[in-house]
């Protein structure tokens, strides 16, 4: 790649060039121009590892904890680390942009990528995401902001658009963008699929320029999300650079019709394009070759990097007698759902191919020096477990044959036209590409043989973007190939799993085989959902087993055991992008099973795994609780780090877990209702509204314990004087002394919230402004600084001025931490005064 004369090229480039270079070529690539030196562009999701240009079959990568997870570390130094290792594993995917971070906000804990944001808080959102980014940018890789901006739930995610105030758009839903933007201008921004106030924001001039480019003076690259382009001239007016992904739907043809006939002005496509090659330049010193390879990195660094990552973000929750950490030398009962699978990420664009995973009970098994025994106590998945790793080829490999043709497997004369040997039943075949395949229609028999080890009745289910029918032995098991159902799996596209079942007999082989008919053989209806190419398929299979025989036997052994741990939760399954949750519960079965367990044996730890909150209807019952989000790669490992004390739990929620799904204050107003959510909790968004109608939740933002104690003392301000016009900066020093007055070395995050005096509008009890983490030995104590600024701390967004207005009066700081004492001063703003910009 060589750095490019940008506005020489533009002069150069045809009107069909230039349109070319404003959308994508294929799912993962932009336009190249070789006449003029112009390289293709690669980039790759995103918020939780780099996966590369393939979601089927793709190069394995690093997977990092979810963003909560890394919300709840309030570690802006681990943050920077963590985007560093993302730059880097970018660069050996040969992608110059990562999708991500995600920085929405957790309206409802129903969410369905809530897991992919930091928090439900601006500050902390915005501030970690700012590290983040710096962090992947020191690497040369562009990061992007996305997805800009109210895209909050996954209900008619495309339809949908977000009623909402300025204010609550500006204090609430820009706010984390615009903090990050501070910190670290990314070079991408990806716009929101949802409209905001009736229009898309990838066509809302206000948002994209008024906002972005003139209010924040940004100058990076805005990209559509995925079939997030809805208009030709309106887009491009508004200021969407480049549509996402191609081919293009909206520009091509479409528009340079448009610019011949000057309904966009020549001048306007320059600036879009403008854009591209200022990208194209910024990620020039990366070097890439064009088609670069993929590779796996996974060095022994980065996965004590990934387990440092996973172990700082478990929260501990409660620890009442001092339970936790465990004992090493005693035996251990290990139960639940989540003990064997490790739920490393949640589903969606989010999810990738992980270099290798560790599940809790590895985890527990690598540190214990006692003996470990399972209980299942209870499944919880949502869709049967894949068969594909219990089948075996003809050959007697692990997994299935996977057989692609164009003719349907009515036709007597197939030809076939690729044959791939895969592991996992599961495959979401968007940017699946094969020069063979002669339309988006196309069919693929997949075939493997299962000898069953227990003789029994088996469930087996299909899930198709498409049609899919399980023959054993060449009888029907499942048809899934009419009147189809609308389900969640692969972002909410795809059917619900039909099942079938048929009695096995242990040590007898069964040939199995999956009938695929690819997306267009599906009678699905697909309003409001996102196609991604040609669809998908997914098989499972278990044997039929009693939930009362499962929780009955682990109550048994749990009132027996030494010492016993519980990991339930959610998965990817529960937790994806397409799908909102329904509710706030675990999945059937696992409150029943924990609440039983707790009653046989009280001194029971409970390990939760979600991205988001979810109910715990036994959590007065439980002494020692533990919140674990997913983890990534490490997962499993970074819980028994805290588990045995060989890593002092540190971490802090970064959303409010409520007591009910009613408690929530978005509860009136989630999902689309005739095309629109009402934001109706306006800016009381998490705690600013549990603390404003004095409704405890069951663990507040910010809770956190630790296995040591800390106290806070001699709280200090220092502010500068007051100018008469808001000038950058007026920073207001907060220090105070930290010390770790336990025995164990440990971390502590400092909290800095703003009280505001009572000003002309109704405001939020206490606002998080500033917060800092110290690391302490034992007996240590530090002095400790949060500087926060004097505009940022006090305003609030002005409708009828358009402006931020830092209203005169006395406004208090509360300092928090580990535990309840809170440290108090004030400062005074002389003089209401009214500003704009980043
Ligand atoms: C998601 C984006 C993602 C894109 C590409 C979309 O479905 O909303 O976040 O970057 O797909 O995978």
């Not at 594909?388 to 076939?416: C, H, I, M, W």
């Not at 949750?581 to 029971?604: F, K, Q, W, Y």
Request: with cysteine; hydrophobic share 35%; charged share 20%.
């Amino acid at each position: 790649m060589t750095r490019l004369d940008v506005e020489k090229t533009i002069e150069e480039l045809t009107l069909g060039e230039k349109v070319a270079l404003t959308a994508g070529v294929d799912f993962w690539h932009t336009a190249a121009v070789d006449r003029l030196n112009i390289p293709a562009l690669r980039m790759s999701d995103g918020p939780n590892g780099v996966r590369g240009t393939r979601f089927f079959n793709g190069i394995p990568a690093a997977c990092f904890p979810c963003a909560t997870a890394l919300g709840a570390t309030w570690n802006t130094d681990l943050l920077h680390e963590v985007g560093q290792l993302m730059g880097e594993e970018s660069i050996a995917k040969g992608s110059h942009i990562i999708l991500g971070p995600t920085i929405n906000i957790q309206r409802s804990p129903l969410g369905g990528r809530g897991f992919e944001s930091f928090a439900e808080d601006g500050v902390l959102s915005g501030t970690l995401a700012g590290h983040f980014c710096k962090g992947v940018q020191e690497k040369g890789v562009a990061a992007t902001l996305k997805h800009f901006v109210c895209n909050d739930q996954e209900h008619e995610r495309m339809a949908v658009s977000s009623i909402v105030t300025m204010r609550a758009l500006r204090e609430i839903y820009l706010l984390p963008f615009q903090l990050a933007m501070r910190i670290c201008p990314t070079a991408c921004v990806m716009t929101a699929y949802n409209k905001v106030n009736d229009t898309h924001v990838s066509e809302n001039k206000e948002i994209l320029t008024d906002i972005l480019r003139k209010e924040w003076k940004w100058d990076g690259l805005v990209m559509s999300d995925w079939f997030g382009t809805y208009s030709t001239s309106d887009a491009i007016a508004a200021g969407l650079d480049l549509e996402m992904p191609g081919k293009t739907r909206w520009r091509g043809s479409a528009l340079a019709h448009a610019v011949s006939s000057n309904k966009v002005p020549e001048f306007v496509l320059d600036d879009r394009v403008r854009n591209i090659l200022n990208l194209i330049n910024w990620v020039e010193p990366l070097g890439i070759p064009g088609n670069a390879l993929e590779k796996a990195l996974n060095r022994p660094q980065d996965q004590a990097l990934l387990r440092r990552a996973a172990a700082e973000s478990v929260v501990l929750m409660k620890n009442e007698d001092s339970l936790l950490p465990l004992n090493r030398e005693k035996s251990t009962l290990v139960i639940g759902p989540n003990a064997k699978i490790a739920a490393y990420c949640g589903g969606g664009s989010a999810s990738l191919d992980p270099y290798y995973t560790v599940s809790p009970f590895e985890g527990v098994t690598a540190k214990s020096k006692g003996d470990v025994h399972f209980s299942q106590g209870v499944y919880s998945h949502k869709e049967l477990p894949l068969l594909g790793p219990l089948l075996k080829t003809e050959d007697g490999q692990t997994g299935f044959r996977f057989r692609v043709y164009n003719e349907p497997p009515s036709e007597a004369n197939r030809t076939l036209v690729d044959e791939l040997h895969l592991i996992r039943s599961s495959g979401f075949l968007m940017d699946y590409v094969n020069p063979k395949i002669k339309s988006l229609t196309f069919y693929v028999d997949m075939e493997g043989y299962f000898t069953p080890e227990e003789s029994g009745v088996y469930d087996f289910g299909v899930t198709v973007v498409g049609t899919g029918r399980l023959l054993i032995d060449g009888e029907v098991v499942v048809d899934n190939t009419k009147n189809q159902r609308q389900g969640s799996t692969f972002f909410g596209s795809a059917t619900v799993e039909e099942r079938g079942s048929k009695h096995l007999e242990a040590g007898k082989t069964y040939k199995v085989i999956l009938e695929f008919g690819s997306a267009p053989t599906s009678d699905l209806d697909t309003r409001g959902i996102v196609i991604f190419g040609p669809g998908g398929f997914r098989f499972g299979a278990n044997r039929q087993v009693s939930q009362e025989d499962l929780i009955a036997s682990a109550v048994t052994h749990a009132s027996q055991a030494d010492q016993v741990v519980i990991f339930a939760g959610l998965t990817s399954e529960w937790e994806t992008e397409g799908y909102d949750r329904e509710h706030m519960d675990l999945p059937p079965g696992s409150n029943e099973m924990i609440s039983r367990v707790l009653d046989a044996n009280p001194n029971t730890i409970v390990v939760i795994q979600s991205g988001t909150p979810v109910t715990m209807p036994w959590a007065h019952k439980t002494k020692a609780l533990l919140h674990a989000w997913f983890g990534g790669n490490e997962c499993g490992n970074g819980i028994a780090d805290v588990l045995y004390g060989d890593v002092n739990p540190s971490a802090k929620l970064p959303v409010s877990f409520p007591v009910r799904l009613q408690d929530n204050p978005s509860y009136l107003n989630f999902r689309s209702e005739r095309g629109r959510v009402l934001y109706g909790e306006d800016i009381y968004v998490g705690y600013r509204y549990y603390d404003k109608i004095n409704l405890p939740p069951l663990f507040p933002f910010g809770h956190g314990l630790s296995y040591t104690t800390f106290s806070r003392s001699s709280l200090s301000l220092t502010t500068t004087p007051e100018s008469l016009t808001l000038s950058d900066g007026e920073p207001i020093t907060a220090s105070l002394t930290v010390k770790n007055t336990g025995s164990l070395p440990g971390a502590e995050i400092v909290q800095l919230w703003i009280v505001p005096p009572r000003t002309s509008v109704n405001r939020p009890l206490r606002e998080l402004k500033g917060f800092t983490k110290v690391f302490l030995a034992p007996g240590e104590e530090k002095q400790v600084e949060v500087v926060v600024e004097k505009k940022l701390a006090t305003s609030w967004w002005d409708e009828q001025r358009a402006k931020w207005a830092s209203e005169k009066g006395v406004y208090e700081v509360l300092v928090t931490g580990t535990g309840g004492e809170e440290l108090r001063s004030s400062f005074e703003v002389e003089k209401t005064r009214f500003w704009v910009g980043l």
